[in-house]
């Protein structure tokens, strides 16, 4: 079964740092590009980076970036991202996805979310 | 404010058919493909349309996607209870150099 399984999320306050991991089974990593997207309360799904699968290609929103770094390890299967300088408006669950393809390897722009995880709660407050 | 605009919400009565639209530029939707999620609460998102008007194995018929220039739609055909969710479009962006997603819309089966 394809899984992927979120863990590192909390409580931080502003200016901190936190570091997110996605731990994945039932497939071969290392042939997929891999994303984080985000969901603040209340509010709709918000794309947050993606790396390809060897890590050469590397893709951020403008709202994270300079602050967040995304990284792979596929000897670990696992996905992870570094957040610093971390604002309350960066409050959401967190979820890692799957860029899945008709041909395993395409380009992000002819790629889908799939599967999702189930995401973990980052809580950016005083 | 999303790249992608969708209509806040939607509505039908059950057997009825509903259809989001999803407005983009040609930076987006005028150039990739569209794809639609499905957003349950308390569950994870899951793609029910990729490639504009594909189907993921799984996903029942009576959910189909167009584009066409810059929209993209999602019909709902023979509206059921549980299609009560939050729906979502998404493509590339090649002048972000990112995904965008829509701001979502919520169907109500009345």
């Known amino acids: 079964e394809v899984q992927l399984v979120e863990s590192g999320g909390g409580l931080v306050k502003p200016g901190g740092s936190l570091r997110l991991s996605c731990a994945a089974s039932?497939?071969?990593?290392?042939?997929?590009?891999m994303a984080w997207v985000r969901q603040a309360p209340g509010k709709g799904l918000e794309w947050v980076s993606s790396?390809?699968?060897?890590?050469?290609?590397?893709y951020y929103a403008d709202s994270v970036k300079g602050r967040f770094t995304i990284s792979r390890d596929s000897a670990k299967n696992s996905l992870y991202l570094q957040m610093n300088s971390l604002r309350a408006d960066d409050t959401a669950v967190y979820s890692c996805?799957?860029?899945?393809?008709?041909?395993?390897?395409?380009?992000?722009?002819?790629?889908?979310?799939?599967?999702w995880g189930q995401g973990t709660l980052v809580t950016v407050s005083s | 404010q999303s790249v992608l605009t969708q209509p806040p919400s939607a509505s039908g009565t059950p057997g009825q058919r509903v259809t989001i639209s999803c407005s983009g530029s040609?930076?987006?939707?005028?150039?990739?493909?569209v794809n639609w999620y499905q957003h349950l609460p308390g569950t994870t998102p899951k793609v029910l349309i990729h490639s504009n008007n594909q189907w993921p194995s799984g996903v029942p018929d009576r959910f189909s996607g167009s584009k066409s220039g810059t929209s993209a739609s999602l019909a709902i055909s023979g509206l059921q209870s549980e299609d009560e969710a939050d729906y979502y479009c998404a493509t590339w962006d090649d002048s972000l150099n990112g995904w965008v997603f829509g701001g979502g819309t919520k169907v109500t089966v009345l």
């Open positions: 790396i390809s699968s060897s890590g050469s290609y590397i």
């Open positions: 996805a799957r860029e899945d393809c008709t041909t395993v390897g395409c380009s992000s722009h002819l790629a889908w979310f799939d599967p």
């Open positions: 039932g497939f071969t990593f290392r042939s997929y590009t």
């Open positions: 040609n930076s987006n939707i005028g150039i990739n493909p």
